[in-house]
């Protein structure tokens, strides 16, 4: 079953007796929220088009969402919490699980893949108490990171000190390896950045071929040359910077903002575009050694 974040906070918002006050204009967002889904399963186009039309629609839904009902029309609680809500990221936490698609995205496998936000495995570890333990269950330490897109699949293990795999004796489960992640954001900061600098060198130690990307809607700091760090690229949406304090409240601000800086139809392509060599590359092949000349 496809994951519906943005749906299930509309709905959380819904039975939240603190959104008692918003409550007529939720239920205009879910219908609008519904008419942008089925918009969407609609189009019949592919690739580069069909990520225009589809950015389209994504303007005219948070368009609505954010400008016209939550500040045009919204309670002061609605306005202050909508980001603890996330009524507004996970819009493009869902939009991006759309992107993953045949239609837009050629060589993808033909098992299902974990796409949306996911709980992604960092680092895996033995931590036994002492050397008498190293005869009984083993104990494991699996270290996840929640991710607001991941692009991977569920692996599930079982580990034992004994080749027959007694039950008392085995520890199991299962964890979420992402091999592409990104942290979706509408506002981004220095601290934010730096948090996404520490969570893509922990994803690529448990995964070292996985890519860590940012999207994000409004700067609020000064670009820095990601290359110093884990992440591979930072994507502005919308190319341009967040509103000055006093401003962000203002629906006349706001909107125009939208206006002037819709998210860009270009920049969602570059995203797709990084997918798709990711999609296609051949990762790893140590037979290809001596043929490249170096090991990677």
Request: glycine share 6%.
């Amino acid at each position: 079953m496809a994951k519906t974040p943005h749906k299930e906070k509309l709905l959380a918002a819904l039975r939240n007796p603190k959104c008692i006050d918003d409550k007529s204009i939720l239920k205009e967002a879910y219908g609008a929220y519904e008419y942008w889904i089925s918009s969407m399963r609609t189009l019949n186009s592919t690739g580069k088009q069909k990520i225009e039309e589809m950015v389209g629609l994504l303007n005219d839904y948070k368009n609505f969402l954010e400008v016209e009902l939550i500040t045009g029309h919204g309670s002061e609680f609605i306005k202050r919490q909508k980001g603890q809500l996330k009524l507004d990221n996970s819009v493009l936490e869902e939009f991006f699980i759309h992107v993953i698609d045949p239609s837009i995205l050629h060589g993808l496998p033909l098992y299902d893949l974990e796409v949306g936000p996911h709980t992604a495995f960092l680092s895996l570890s033995f931590v036994p108490p002492s050397i008498n333990d190293l005869g009984g269950k083993p104990q494991v330490v699996i270290k996840h990171k929640d991710q607001d897109f991941a692009l991977g699949k569920t692996i599930h293990y079982r580990f034992s000190p004994s080749a027959s795999f007694e039950v008392e004796n085995t520890t199991s489960g299962s964890f979420c390896l992402a091999v592409l992640a990104a942290e979706i954001k509408v506002n981004y900061d220095k601290t934010m950045f730096q948090e996404c600098a520490g969570t893509a060198a922990r994803l690529k130690q448990g995964c070292p071929i996985a890519k860590y990307y940012a999207l994000v809607e409004y700067l609020d700091m000064e670009p820095e040359d990601c290359r110093l760090t884990e992440i591979d690229n930072v994507f502005l949406l919308r190319k341009t910077k967040r509103l000055p304090y006093g401003k962000r409240g203002n629906y006349h601000e706001v909107r125009h903002q939208h206006e002037q800086f819709p998210i860009d139809a270009e920049i969602v392509w570059k995203f797709v575009r990084e997918i798709q060599n990711f999609v296609k590359a051949v990762w790893y092949d140590p037979q290809a050694a001596l043929k490249r000349g170096s090991f990677i």
